[in-house]
């Protein structure tokens, strides 16, 4: 029923053979790919897809202070929005269907002008990206972020606003069940409410361990997924306790954990679906 996929800059600094040798060991179907245009070998990594047979199912853009959508800075903006359009052409290149937007920067959690300013500058980038990304075929996937992350669109109620203000029908939303867990007061209601939009799906328990590993009732969350029809892939994310999340990205960490985790996730997932399909 669905595609199960591992986002790979949660893996850290190890190699790309590697993480796609433990995801194919594993059962999973492809990979969420960091959005890095400027330093990804296209050809490289196709023939490493290629030799595993696992696809990309989406890349996960990586939103630092430069690639800021919201930021009061003209220039910071523009390379932001650049960022995207270039993410766009790396996913149309490895046969990804949707880049993830963040619509201001990983880690910043407060205005630098105003809310309403940095709104309108983040729905006029998404704007701009949105369009390029029509004309490849691609979608963009707007994620929410939690208060402690990030601070304009923290749920899915406030990112469904910038989407429907965009108003592209290449801009759509995902899910990340880490994040509706600490913002969402109802996650059954809000994927019901954004179901026409939906097109990504993020897995991380509640403590951002494998699935299962916590107290997300992912059952609920499967079963929602199932009644509204959700078509995507199942993504995990899950990572070790971490204030800075893209620190990750420059660490090593441990092949065991990583193992442990991937199974778990999989495994968690691959048991609610053949429950509710019982």
């Not at 199960?4 to 600094?13: D, L, R, V």
């Not at 990750?248 to 441990?254: C, L, R």
Request: hydrophobic share 40%; charged share 25%.
């Amino acid at each position: 029923m669905y595609r199960y996929s591992a986002t790979q800059w949660i893996f850290g600094n190890e190699s790309l053979e590697t993480s796609l040798q433990r995801l194919k060991k594993y059962g999973y179907d492809g990979v969420e790919l960091a959005a890095e245009p400027y330093t990804t070998d296209i050809e490289a990594t196709r023939k490493l897809l290629d030799q595993y047979g696992l696809i990309v199912t989406s890349l996960c853009g990586i939103y630092t202070r430069e690639r800021d959508l919201a930021s009061p800075n003209a220039e910071i903006r523009a390379k932001a929005v650049q960022y995207v359009k270039d993410s766009v052409d790396m996913a149309a290149a490895l046969g990804a269907t949707h880049v993830i937007v963040v619509p201001n920067a990983v880690g910043r959690t407060n205005t630098e002008s105003t809310r309403a300013e940095e709104w309108v500058h983040a729905v006029n980038g998404i704007r701009e990206a949105g369009q390029y990304a029509a004309t490849k075929n691609i979608n963009l996937a707007i994620e929410a972020i939690n208060r402690f992350e990030a601070y304009l669109a923290i749920n899915l109620t406030t990112a469904l606003q910038l989407v429907e203000e965009v108003n592209l029908p290449s801009v759509k939303l995902m899910a990340d069940a880490f994040h509706m867990n600490i913002e969402e007061r109802d996650e059954v209601a809000i994927l019901k409410k954004i179901a026409p939009y939906l097109i990504h799906v993020h897995i991380a328990d509640n403590t951002r361990e494998a699935a299962g590993m916590g107290n997300t009732d992912f059952e609920a969350i499967l079963r929602t997924l199932k009644e509204i029809n959700y078509q995507g892939p199942l993504t995990m994310e899950f990572m070790p306790p971490v204030g800075d999340t893209y620190t990750i990205a420059e660490q090593g960490g441990s092949e065991e954990l990583f193992d442990q985790y991937t199974e778990r996730s999989i495994q968690e997932m691959k048991r609610i679906v053949a429950k509710l399909n019982g």
